[in-house]
């Protein structure tokens, strides 16, 4: 189960949204709570019996960005949140996590109904609705899901999934699972007056920092002509660093490049810590960046 987010939701965006923790957590009293009868998350009562192969996983189509919950930047108990221009190429892993009967019936940010028998999900960034493939690494078994709510805003944790796409992972019982999620191709995902398409990461993993804090602080370690060579270093720094390592393709002058970036950071002094790291490493170039 998860934290509701109400109060702070209505009066800033003019949405409702909810946030969720495992059921085993302990039940903790947040503003607006007292919106939910439940006081604790579950899915379907045990009478219930819910054949999920019968549910139809939904078809990724092109869609107009919802008319709520797109807001950028938002505040969410008191830490800032972006949501991405393009939901182009985001690929993540991370922890998932579920949400249920509670919530079963309240409207979701994107001002839609939450029905906890669909393929749904929420996310801090991606923009609503999003069309994702969530893949359960322990067991390979894979579910599309139709992002539209916000959450979870926990830092260790990736997307909040239904009840109905949680039991398709084999995650309900143990209340998180590690995952990668993936937008699919159909999704229009491009919100009113984006910002450049080359300020759009096509490689995010477990978004420990994400999204960006205002400053949106980043490191640039290099850029290359060859999407391989970016991703073969990647893949090296994820290994070795604690912060996200995207690609982020730029084009100039009719050259396409992709740069290297390391962040977002929380601070100047986390930045320039790790900066220093990866010279002492043999990224010599590693430079200050911001989109």
């Known amino acids: 189960m998860r934290w509701p987010l109400l109060i702070l939701v209505v009066i800033a965006l003019g949405l409702n949204a909810c946030s969720i923790l495992p059921e085993a957590s302990p039940s903790t009293e947040t503003p607006g709570s007292d919106r939910y009868e439940q006081e604790k998350d579950s899915g379907p009562p045990p009478s219930e019996t819910v054949n999920i192969k019968e549910i139809p996983q939904p078809e990724p189509i092109d869609e107009e960005p919802s008319r709520y919950g797109n807001h950028s930047p938002y505040v969410v108990f008191g830490k800032t949140y972006h949501v991405l221009p393009s939901a182009e190429g985001y690929v993540a892993e991370g922890i998932a996590s579920w949400y249920g009967s509670k919530f079963h019936g309240h409207r979701t940010s994107s001002g839609e109904t939450y029905d906890m028998y669909q393929f749904t999900a929420a996310h801090r960034s991606l923009p609503l609705p999003t069309f994702a ?97 970016a991703q073969g270093l990647q893949s090296k720094l994820l290994q070795s660093l604690s912060h996200p390592v995207s690609i982020r393709p730029y084009d100039k002058q009719g050259e396409r490049l992709y740069r290297l970036w390391v962040g977002p950071f929380t601070s100047e002094n986390s930045r320039s810590r790790t900066k220093e790291d990866l010279i002492n490493m043999g990224y010599t170039n590693t430079v200050n960046a911001s989109p």
């Open 133 to 229: 493939r969530v893949t359960n690494l322990d067991n390979q078994k894979s579910v599309i899901v139709r992002i539209n709510d916000r959450g979870p805003f926990h830092d260790d944790r990736e997307i909040d999934l239904s009840w109905a796409a949680a039991k398709a992972l084999e995650i309900n019982d143990k209340g998180t699972g590690r995952v990668r999620v993936e937008t699919l191709a159909g999704n229009k995902g491009t919100l009113a007056n984006p910002a450049s398409k080359n300020t759009t990461a096509v490689g995010i993993h477990a978004a420990a920092e994400s999204p960006p804090p205002p400053a949106e602080l980043y490191l640039q370690v290099g850029a290359f002509r060859e999407a391989n060579s």
